[in-house]
Nanobody
């Protein structure tokens, strides 16, 4: 399973680090994707960490102010977001190759 944490209320311009802790499967062999869904909007793929080679992908909406990383010892993938904007407000989910999904963590950015 995947369990997200780290969401909450943040000020615009601030930072948050979201965590996605994996258990029960060989998560480091999967591509881990962070998605987000804002109220009334479609789900958006935000960032991806390739399980094979560790390469990363960022959506244009977060590129340059976000970093995806992993800690193998903690079975955790992180998404750090800086320079937060009100449009970053959404429920953030992590996903492992569309096989495993977390329950989501809410990020609210106040301006």
């Amino acid at each position: 399973q995947l369990v997200e944490s780290g969401g909450g209320l943040a000020q615009a311009g601030g930072s948050l680090r979201l965590s996605c802790q994996a258990s029960g499967f060989p998560w480091d062999e999967y591509n881990i994707v962070w998605y987000r869904q804002a109220p009334g909007k479609e789900r958006e793929g935000v960032s991806c960490l390739n399980g094979d080679d560790g390469s990363t992908y960022y959506a244009d909406s977060v590129k340059g102010r976000s970093t995806i990383s992993r800690d193998n010892a903690k079975n955790t993938v992180y998404l750090r977001m800086n320079s937060l904007k009100s449009e970053d407000t959404a429920v953030y989910y992590c996903n492992a190759d569309d096989v495993y999904w977390g329950q989501g963590t809410l990020v609210t950015v106040s301006s």
